[in-house]
């Protein structure tokens, strides 16, 4: 099969103006300008997509699918504990069929608007086999001992009997202050052996920070009456705590996995170095539209960048979110910070979480070899491409998955 639109935008080199990618079984297996590909590969079934741009899938590097049926129920609250709490009544509400539907509505979604790959954290991976995953997808099973941290083995070696018959999966101890620094240690072991990702949310809120550092605030109030054992707080900041566990479940030889750092939203001046240090072996992940609904601190996009990341994009959960479009995410990251490129935007949902994931031979770019994962938005020729496709804010015209012409 050729698939030939009006500008190929491959990640890979320069947009192809009257380009065609020729696709055969689930790969790429040429890509270049129309007359030039039809040539090579005569005889194939041709796709005209007319005046389109084609792209590669894009990759949603942060999502909770559980929670796509709470959209619209939670409104901004006035801390970040009352939204715990407020999502916690949420959530008492729903049995394990509304979370089935709930992930498959989030799936179907997420594919309209064009992600063919998703980084999915889910709190019940005991319900994968309920799926339809229609989609490439990383199952994270986010794991709690806030209440009794005396399971964290238990937790954990559960989590990943749940999830091992998965191709791509995770494990993601939710954050310092809901994760006992056993159960980030037991993750770290089972990455070192199974050789799988984690990810953590990290320095969300200014709660988060105001706990470690300062014993105090109303998140600290919640997890003291939720009895959570507090003494690890007031030492420092959620990433010095983190670095100290990571560095001390490495045996004192740093970070030795490969880490996905939700959120890095409220930082110190004392935070950067430390995560200087983990940049080879960590992505930090933004979103950018539940960023704003909870009033988070301006993103350090310069300097995170200054310490050697590659910021990849998500959209976060629709209980802090309105939709599940990635293209809404680089037009919100866009709004925030005009200076950097609708180029450099587009990379945030593809080459960057395609690295993140450890598939940078595989997805991301179209290429031959790589997955059959492309995406077309209409282009008429100007703005630029890359400032067109930022701007798209529809679902996507067509979509292809390992190969498979998807149905609009």
């Known amino acids: 099969m050729i698939v030939r639109a009006r500008v190929v935008v491959t990640m890979d080199g320069p947009p192809i103006d009257n380009g065609a990618v020729a696709v055969s079984g689930d790969q ?30 894009l990759i949603n590097a942060h999502c909770h699918l559980d929670y796509t049926c709470l959209r ?9 504990a009352d939204w715990i709490r407020a999502i916690n009544t949420e ?20 594919k309209r608007f064009g992600t063919t790959t ?22 994270f099973a986010e794991l709690i001992d806030v209440r009794d941290p005396s399971r964290a083995k238990e937790i954990v070696d559960l989590a990943v009997e749940q999830l091992k018959s998965q191709e791509d999966w995770g494990l993601a101890p939710h954050a ?28 969300e809120s200014r709660e988060e920070v105001s706990i470690f550092r300062d014993r105090k605030g109303p998140l600290y109030e919640f997890l003291q009456g939720i009895g959570r054992e507090m003494s690890d707080l007031g030492h420092g900041t959620p990433v010095s705590r983190f670095s100290e566990i990571i560095r001390d479940s490495s045996a004192s030889l740093g970070m030795t996995e490969n880490w996905l750092l939700v959120h890095v939203n409220e930082l110190e001046k004392t935070d950067f170095d430390q995560l200087a240090r983990s940049a080879s072996k960590a992505s930090i992940v933004h979103c950018p539209r539940s960023h704003k609904y909870f009033g988070h601190s301006l993103f350090q996009y310069d300097k995170l960048r200054g310490c050697g990341f590659e910021l990849c994009l998500g959209t976060d959960s629709l209980a802090s979110n309105d939709d599940l479009s990635l293209f809404a995410e680089m037009r919100a990251f866009q709004k925030e910070f005009p200076n950097v490129s609708a180029e450099e935007i587009l990379e945030m949902v593809t080459t960057n979480p395609a690295r993140a994931l450890r598939q940078q031979d595989r997805l991301g770019k ?30 996507v015209s067509w979509s292809m998955i390992g190969g498979a012409i998807q149905a609009a």
């Open 91 to 110: 959530k008492a509400t729903l049995s394990p069929d509304d979370y089935v539907r709930s992930i498959n509505e989030g799936f179907a979604e997420a």
């Open 176 to 203: 310092p202050f809901t994760a006992s620094a056993d159960l980030y240690r037991r993750c770290s072991e089972v990455a070192q052996r199974d050789k799988i990702l984690l990810a953590t949310h990290l320095a």
């Open 366 to 395: 179209i290429r031959p070899g790589f997955a059959a994962d492309l995406i077309a938005v209409p282009f008429a020729g100007s703005p630029s491409v890359f400032d067109a496709i930022v701007a798209h804010n529809q679902s």
């Open 118 to 139: 998703i980084a999915n954290l889910t709190a019940f991976p005991e319900l994968i086999g309920q799926i339809n995953q229609p989609i490439r997808t990383w199952w």
């Open 28 to 57: 790429i297996v040429d890509v270049g300008e129309f007359s030039e590909v039809s040539k090579r590969h005569s005889n194939q079934t041709i796709v005209d997509l007319g005046d389109q741009a084609l792209l590669p899938g």
């Open 72 to 80: 619209g129920k939670i409104p901004p609250q006035k801390s970040f």
